[in-house]
Nanobody
Framework: VQLQASGGGLVQAGGSLRLSCAASGGILSFNAMGWYRQAPGKQRELVAAIPTRGGNPIYADAVKGRFTISRDIALNTMYLQMNSLKPEDTSVYYC?????????WGQGTLVTVSS
C-alpha cells in the first residue's frame, strides 16, 4: 500500500490548510493512520492519529483545538484540517499507516507558516 500526501504550502499565521493522504490499497488495510511532522533539527513527532474502523482520534497537545484528523473510507483518503496555524507549525508533514506488517509512510509535504 502506497501513501501519497498532498496539500502543503505557504500560509500566513492564523490561516488554514488541509492536508490529504491517499492510500492506494485502501485505508482499511491499516488499523490506524496518522500525521507526523518533522521540523529541521528536530525529531519526528506525532501530530494526530485515528483508528481506521472507528474510534476516537488522538492529538498532540500542541495542536488540540486547532487541528482535526478525519478519514473517508470510500475515497481511501485521510485528512488533516489545520486551522489557526502558527509559525511553530512549520514542518514537513508525513502521513503514516500502521498494521501488523508495521509502518508505511508517505513522502511528506511541507507546511510553512509565516509570521
Amino acid at each position: 500500500v502506497q501513501l501519497q500526501a498532498s496539500g502543503g504550502g505557504l500560509v500566513q499565521a492564523g490561516g488554514s490548510l488541509r492536508l490529504s493522504c491517499a492510500a492506494s490499497g485502501g485505508i482499511l488495510s491499516f488499523n490506524a493512520m496518522g500525521w507526523y511532522r518533522q521540523a529541521p533539527g528536530k525529531q519526528r513527532e506525532l501530530v494526530a492519529a485515528i483508528p481506521t474502523r472507528g474510534g476516537n482520534p488522538i492529538y498532540a497537545d500542541a495542536v488540540k483545538g486547532r487541528f482535526t484528523i478525519s478519514r473517508d473510507i470510500a475515497l481511501n483518503t485521510m485528512y488533516l484540517q489545520m486551522n489557526s496555524l502558527k509559525p511553530e507549525d512549520t514542518s514537513v508533514y508525513y502521513c503514516n499507516g500502521r498494521n501488523w506488517r508495521g509502518d508505511s509512510w508517505g513522502q511528506g509535504t511541507l507546511v510553512t507558516v509565516s509570521s
